[in-house]
């Protein structure tokens, strides 16, 4: 891994991006943190560096958010997404990077679009749904297998329970600490993460931690009304520049 103008540009952007995302403001910003890195690096290496500097993150954010989540939300959601991450591990030389890309795209535009432009009563919870939860649950883990992008297939069933902004955050948070620490053995098998990438994955980490104090800064600043608007609008603007993506790339 090669140190310059360009890993600066890239690079630490990237893993920022994650931080942030680990508060729990704004998890599908990462959506563009692996494309990112691709930049200046195999997929495979830049998935195998980023796996530690997300579970030494989860720590931390488990540890603040210790005593506000949902225990049902997560003993349905979590096993789903062992399911996923098994099948990704399967298939992850099946899939393109870019077609991934593009079917969380897909799913994150129609779920913000749906949000943004049909539902009249926004402030309006669902209730929990099995059949959802275990869909979209396998889907995060999958996705979050083949390209650290679960995020949106996560949000696709937690944002609209309309949980207090504190217990959907910490919800989020011990959900993706049990999907990175269950990747991360099979992602060893693979040879994905090393000790080679493992040096490169603590060389960053304090980049991923300035990101965390930032995204705790604006957690504490944001209504949540306005939080949550704030996470639909995200969804739906990284979900279109990947299907453009796609799009471009394919016709």
């Known amino acids: 891994m090669e140190i310059n103008l360009l890993f ?4 630490i952007p990237a893993i920022i991006l994650y931080g942030i995302a680990k508060s729990g403001l704004g998890g599908s910003m990462t959506l563009i ?5 691709t930049i ?3 997929l495979n290496q830049a998935l195998g560096i980023i796996l530690p500097i997300l579970i030494f993150s989860d720590f931390i954010a ?8 949902d225990l049902g939300t997560l003993k349905l959601m979590v096993p789903f997404a062992a399911i996923g991450i098994i099948i990704g ?10 077609l991934l890309k593009f079917i969380i795209g897909l799913m994150g535009f129609l779920f913000a679009g749906h949000y943004f432009f049909f539902k009249k009563n926004k402030e309006t919870k669902s209730e929990k749904n099995f059949f959802k939860g275990g869909i979209c649950s396998t889907v995060a883990g999958f996705t979050s297998f083949c390209v650290h992008a679960g995020g949106t297939p996560t949000s696709l069933y937690l944002l609209p ?3 207090k902004k504190e ?7 011990f959900f993706f600490t049990f999907v990175n620490l269950i990747k991360l053995p099979l992602y060893i098998n693979l040879s994905m993460t090393n000790f080679e990438s493992f040096k490169h994955s603590a060389f ?5 931690l300035l990101g965390i104090l930032i995204g705790y800064s604006l957690l504490r600043i944001i209504e949540e009304k306005l939080f949550y608007n704030i996470l639909y609008m995200l969804i739906m603007i990284f979900s279109i520049k990947l299907v453009i993506e796609f799009i471009y790339i394919f016709f």
């Open 8 to 11: 600066f540009l890239t690079v």
């Open 161 to 163: 329970l309309r949980m």
């Open 204 to 208: 960053l980490f304090p980049v991923a």
């Open 33 to 37: 943190s692996v494309p990112l890195m």
């Open 62 to 69: 488990v540890y603040k958010y210790r005593k506000e989540f």
């Open 167 to 173: 217990i959907y955050v910490g919800t989020r948070i």
């Open 89 to 98: 591990s399967l298939t992850f030389s099946y899939f393109s990077e870019d």
């Open 40 to 42: 200046v690096m195999p």
